[in-house]
């Protein structure tokens, strides 16, 4: 189980066990920087190295996943990748996980790295699992996480509506998701202004349908994740969208579905540790 050390480095959840010293503390193999956690279990999973370990396609299934789309039974099931993006402090975890648990954290963590939710939709006869990967707001993170926007069908692109500031950085988020989004993939990207509790929204709806037009994406919503307000009609109407756009979307899996053979791998032991 790979697990994402606050310094960005990803071990194997055994390795870092291992690792602990006499006082129990944890740090990095690599930097030595000390971890704000006692236990491996605690930090986030690497959701990008474990699907590479444990490819969904091979059977290896772990609890939050559900087989591709299959046109043999009346309920066919559609997987569809969508990333949270934005600045830090928007409330992009909170979203997620008002929308998955019903429930809002007051106080939480400051995502790592990454974090990944699933969300069952019911479209029709149509089930689509919606995968939300929930990805650290702050810029040391982006070089990092260049490799969680594979196979995304599409971006959330979220800001603090009380906040000038946190809106005026969203053309520097959008620009990083098309340098590294799928060629194949639609440019389907979503804006939403959450906080709209706080009730000091700096930002109009004009001039957020006027940012919408100019950076030709998708949809504008209003959200607040504390009450609860558009959270639910927000990823709704993405599922529907990706759905309606991407009902036949197995022709891309196929170009993408590439083997990669390692020079000189042939006859080696497979060692028991990932990392």
């Not at 920087?33 to 690497?46: H, R």
């Not at 772990?62 to 969508?82: A, G, L, M, Q």
């Not at 993939?185 to 100019?214: C, H, T």
Request: one cysteine or more; a neutral charge; glycine letters at 4%.
């Amino acid at each position: 189980m790979p697990k994402i050390l606050s310094c960005g480095h990803t071990f194997c959840k055994s390795c870092l066990v291992k690792q602990k010293n006499k006082d129990n503390h944890l740090s990095c193999p690599i930097c030595r920087e000390n971890q704000n956690v006692k236990d491996p279990e605690q930090l986030i999973t690497n959701r990008t190295v474990y699907d590479l370990l444990y490819n969904p396609t091979n059977g290896d299934l772990d609890d939050n996943s559900t087989p591709s789309h299959s046109s043999d039974s009346k309920e066919s099931t559609f997987e569809y990748k969508v990333i949270m993006i934005g600045p830090a402090f928007s409330g992009k975890t909170s979203l997620v996980k008002r929308y998955v648990t019903k429930e809002f954290i007051k106080d939480y963590n400051v995502t790592v790295g990454l974090d990944f939710q699933t969300k069952k939709i019911q479209i029709g006869k149509n089930i689509v699992n919606l995968h939300i990967w929930d990805t650290a707001g702050t810029e040391i993170f982006q070089s990092l996480s260049r490799s969680y926007y594979r196979k995304c069908f599409a971006a959330i692109v979220v800001f603090d509506i009380n906040e000038r500031t946190s809106f005026e950085s969203l053309e520097t988020w959008i620009n990083y998701y098309r340098e590294n989004k799928e060629p194949l993939f639609k440019d389907m990207i979503y804006l939403v202004g959450n906080k709209i509790d706080v009730g000091n929204e700096e930002i109009s709806d004009k001039e957020a349908d006027q940012f919408l037009k100019e950076n030709n994406l998708q949809k504008y919503f209003k959200t607040s994740a504390k009450r609860g307000d558009g959270v639910d009609n927000l990823f709704e109407e993405i599922a529907k969208d990706l759905f309606e756009n991407y009902k036949y979307y197995e022709d891309i899996n196929k170009k993408e579905n590439v083997s990669i053979k390692l020079d000189g791998a042939e006859g080696k032991k497979e060692s028991s540790c990932k990392c």
